[in-house]
């Protein structure tokens, strides 16, 4: 049975820039968590006003998009039977590693503070099993380390075809890496476009990260006959 | 074409109860909070050592279950076609309406603070056309009102029946009500039991209620060919 590999790229996930790091905004939001700016995500709920001057600021600051896709992914049939690798390329190309067995936080804030650690130490729990790790990597380093037969890319400005049909084709072959933008609006980067094989628009409107990949999972399911 | 209305059923939401505002966990997140206790909704993240002698304390205190499967199931092609209706009953026989056009937070806190203001004034926002309302109702109360075709509950102790069928039944009734716990753990109470007509088991092992509905939704845009 195919081994589906999900890879949530370009994420919205950073830490502050030292560019914005002395905004009014900032200053208050390190006092209340008492770190260092280095040490927080970028978060637009917070950091609204201090991101409006940043360089493509409508695709950053979205810790949120990871949490949730995580949440959307990991409790599943799929993942359970160990059949689902899920990575975290960030639009500043590093990776996070996830190990399938993490059961991440429900809250939002808390797993604000674990990404933060795993900026911080490199791989999070310390002191035991790593079950998320981050390292400096390229998509296309990713990609070619993960080793898969087949680069599907999810966006609104693919060729549409029914997800069915996508699930369908790549639950027949080992290991296909299914690409979904990790950022909140705009296209990918040209670089990261030439990785896709093929660039599919599995729906007419514009879906949450978390809502494509929750539909790719149970798709992807119903077709390796793990669901029905 | 059919329409869909979900209830998520007994969900676990509900203010601090009395009977513990005195314990010092409590009396802590009052202070931080800057509200009452009767103000701050119960949360087991916050709450854990204070809920330990509530009676079936297992079941209660869970607001991220209701925020995640609102997440999930707002943002959809379903109910963007105006073919969902969203309800939660709380477990105190409480049911909120959600107006389909709302755009819920995806910041956890922040949605806990509007449903606690939800308690305090009955409907939110205040002064503008109310996205939310809360009144006191059982659920067969409910049940009558929506006025349904049919009431089927999702649980694992119904029969088992695949989800694709389950659907392709249920998009062929003009109204179908699907019934899904809101609660961690343990059964719908024998009252609940008694107002469903048919209860299915839809996957082998339990699933999130976010990850439920994600798939309820799916499946049945699958079934009425809104997705393909």
Redesign the interface.
């Known amino acids: 049975m195919g081994k589906l590999i999900v890879i949530l790229v370009e994420a919205a996930l950073e830490l502050i820039p030292t560019s914005i790091a002395d905004h009014p905004s900032i200053l208050h939001y390190k006092r209340k968590k008492g770190k260092r700016s280095d040490q927080l995500l970028l978060d637009r709920?917070y950091h609204h006003f201090a991101m409006k001057h940043l360089p493509e600021a409508e695709k950053r600051g979205r810790p949120?998009i990871i949490h949730?896709t995580l949440?959307?992914m990991l409790?599943?049939?799929l993942n359970?039977r160990g059949l689902l690798e899920c990575y975290i390329h960030t639009r500043e190309d590093k990776v996070i590693q996830v190990d399938p067995e993490i059961r991440i936080t429900?809250?939002?804030?808390?797993f604000l503070g674990l990404i933060e650690q795993l900026y911080t130490l490199g791989e999070v729990p310390p002191a035991a099993k790593p079950l998320l790790k981050i390292e400096d990597s390229t998509l296309a380093q990713l990609i070619e380390k993960v080793n898969v037969t087949k680069v599907v890319g999810l966006s609104m400005h693919g060729s549409f075809r029914?997800?069915?049909?996508v699930c369908e084709d790549i639950s027949q072959l080992p290991r296909v890496a299914v690409l979904i933008g990790g950022f909140p609006k705009g296209q990918y980067k040209k670089t990261h476009l030439q990785l896709m094989d093929e660039l599919y628009k599995i729906?007419?409107?514009r879906?949450?990260a978390?809502?494509i990949a929750?539909?790719v999972i149970?798709?992807f399911e119903?077709a390796s006959g793990i669901?029905?």
Chains 1, 2 share one sequence.
């Open positions: 709920a949120d949730l949440l959307n409790n599943t049939p359970k429900r809250h939002y804030d808390r029914p997800l069915k049909e729906y007419r409107e879906l949450d978390w809502s929750c539909r149970h798709q119903l669901s029905f």
